[in-house]
Each structure stands twice: as C-alpha cells, then as structure tokens.
C-alpha cells in the first residue's frame, strides 16, 4: 500500500505564492512518476486537471500550459518528498489539489497526464487564491 500526504495549501492573494509538499509512504517503488492534479471547485463531475509531473530520475518535467513559467516542481533531498511551487498565482488556479504517483517498472521516464494513468494518489489539498 502507498500513502501520499500533501500539505501547504491555504489562502493567499493573486500574485502570491504558495508552495505544496507531498510525502509518500508505505511501499517503495524503485522507479516511478510523480506528479500534481487539481480540481476546480464546481468540476467536480470533470477529469481533474493535470498541472505537472516529475519522473524518478528528475530528467522529464512536465506542465500544463496554463502553468508553465509560474510553477515548479521539484523532488526533495528525502527521496519520498516532492514539491509544487506555485509563484504568481491567480484566481483561476483555486482548486484542490492532488499528489499521485505512478510506479514506473519499464524506467521509461514517460510522463503521463491522463488521471486514469495514476493509481495511487493523496486526500489533497486546498488552494484559494483571492482576486
């Protein structure tokens, strides 16, 4: 079994930012994706959104547009940790957001953005951004 806890998430204004932790447990993977969803509050009935993803060795880094150039993620010095910084953020990012991780066994180091790809993924946390 994989846990995965995010933290960090809160209230802040446009142009702030904020950044999210994510800490895995339980069973490790030698190889693996990571990454972050989020949901808007309203899409509930929607696929949530992929924002980005890292692959185990942090060669392959992927964003969605709407986040490139505002957003970073990053492994941290734990092997189990990972980051999402988010820097100048605006309305339209509030949203939960999720944590998942895809266990890579052929180290391809493909990043994948569809959430039916991700079996495994955190509680999430949210994120509110005031105009």
């Known amino acids: 079994q994989v846990q995965l806890v995010e933290s960090g998430g809160g209230l802040v204004q446009a142009g702030g930012s904020l950044r999210l932790s994510c800490v895995t447990s339980g069973r490790g993977f030698s190889r693996y994706t990571r990454g972050w969803f989020r949901q808007a509050p309203g899409n509930e009935n929607d696929e949530r959104e992929f924002?980005?993803?890292?692959?185990?060795?942090?060669?392959?880094?992927r964003y969605t547009d709407s986040v490139k150039g505002r957003f970073t993620i990053s492994r941290g010095n734990a092997k189990n940790t990972m980051f999402l910084q988010m820097d100048t953020l605006k309305p339209e990012d509030t949203a939960v957001y999720f944590c998942?991780?895809?266990?890579?066994?052929?180290?391809?180091?493909?990043?994948?953005?569809?959430?039916?790809?991700?079996?495994?993924w955190g509680q999430g946390t949210q994120v509110t951004v005031s105009s």
């Open positions: 924002v980005g993803a890292i692959t185990w060795s942090g060669g392959n880094i």
């Open positions: 998942v991780l895809k266990p890579d066994v052929l180290s391809s180091e493909r990043i994948y953005s569809s959430e039916s790809e991700y079996p495994y």
